[in-house]
């Protein structure tokens, strides 16, 4: 980050691309966050010119299609937006030695094992969104330049735009039935330590790929589960199986990830999700 000049991809609209302005603002980036209106990601060449004409030295992809079920149905764009837009990104960026943040997901995986993923486990996606994620991470790794930084996360949430954790609550502040998958385990990462450890390692000035989550893991039952008791609400809590809640897409049944290789370059142990979830959720509540 040496000229201190960022540009968030997707006008920082999304749950990670607000998370990622609020904390580059807070610690002295200049950001830049340019709208669908104002800059074509696609067109390699103004993206450079707003590069250069900006002393831009950090891009973070924010942009995805997170449809995970949608995406199903149009795998089209899916792969446009998960594997086409990043391979233009990372061009423009190899080109003009900038940084180059892009996330990625654990829906990569199948789910199959029983410990956490390293970054050395074999990616075997069971969606179209997986494969399609998977696709642009593979597009950026064919090419990748000292700056290129990928960054695999998991089940976000975090303040600025809805989310699983605010859903749950708004439903049991509305004394909704809630239904909940248990057979599901992954990793919840708090949006703005996704972002302050994300910059951790750009400052570190290294590359490849890493995992990136909250210390923990829960299914998406216990995480609704340790949101509602933050509230203090009392409410009543079905754990369901997958197959009684059934969805377009497949998502893995064990997608935790391991973060030892994010910590041994950064020196940074991640936090507990829960810890990290009681901050947002009392911080909801004000
Ligand atoms: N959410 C999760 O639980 C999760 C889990 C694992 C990994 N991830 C990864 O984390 C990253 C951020 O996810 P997120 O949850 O923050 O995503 P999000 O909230 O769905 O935001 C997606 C962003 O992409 C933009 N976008 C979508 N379609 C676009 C298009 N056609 N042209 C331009 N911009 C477009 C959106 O802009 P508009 O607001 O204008 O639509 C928005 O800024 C993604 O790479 C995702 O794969 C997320």
């Not at 030892?260 to 947002?280: D, H, N, P």
């Amino acid at each position: 980050m040496s000229t201190g000049n960022a540009l968030i991809a997707g006008g920082g609209t999304g749950l990670l691309g607000q998370a990622l302005v609020h904390v580059m603002q807070k610690q002295g980036l200049n950001v830049l966050t340019p709208g669908r209106g104002e800059l074509d990601l696609f067109d390699a060449r103004q993206l450079e010119n707003i590069i250069r004409k900006n002393n831009i030295d950090l891009v973070a992809n924010a942009v995805a299609y997170t449809g995970v079920d949608q995406a199903e149905e149009e795998q089209e764009e899916a792969f446009r937006l998960n594997r086409d837009l990043p391979g233009v990104l990372g061009q423009v960026c190899r080109d003009n030695d900038v940084c180059l943040l892009h996330y990625s997901t654990d829906y990569v995986f199948d789910g199959k094992k029983s410990i956490p993923y390293s970054t050395d486990d074999q990616p075997r996606p069971l969606s179209v969104y997986g494969r399609s994620k998977l696709a642009g991470e593979e597009l950026l790794l064919k090419n990748p330049w000292g700056r290129l930084l990928i960054i695999r996360s998991a089940w976000l949430f975090g303040p600025f735009k809805n989310n699983f954790v605010q859903k749950i609550i708004q439903m049991a502040q509305s004394g909704q039935p809630l239904n909940v998958v248990h057979d599901q385990v992954g990793s919840p990462p708090y949006t703005l330590d996704l972002a302050r450890y994300s910059l951790e390692l750009v400052r570190k000035q290294t590359s490849g790929l890493f995992h990136v989550v909250n210390k923990g893991q829960a299914s998406w039952c216990e995480l609704a589960s340790e949101s509602i008791m933050c509230t203090g609400l009392s409410s009543r809590l079905n754990p369901v199986s997958s197959e009684e809640f059934p969805r377009q897409a497949k998502r893995p049944p064990y997608s935790v990830l391991d973060t030892s290789k994010f910590s041994m370059v950064t020196g940074i142990t991640v936090r507990s999700w829960v810890q990290a979830l009681r901050e947002y959720v009392f911080q909801l509540q004000d």
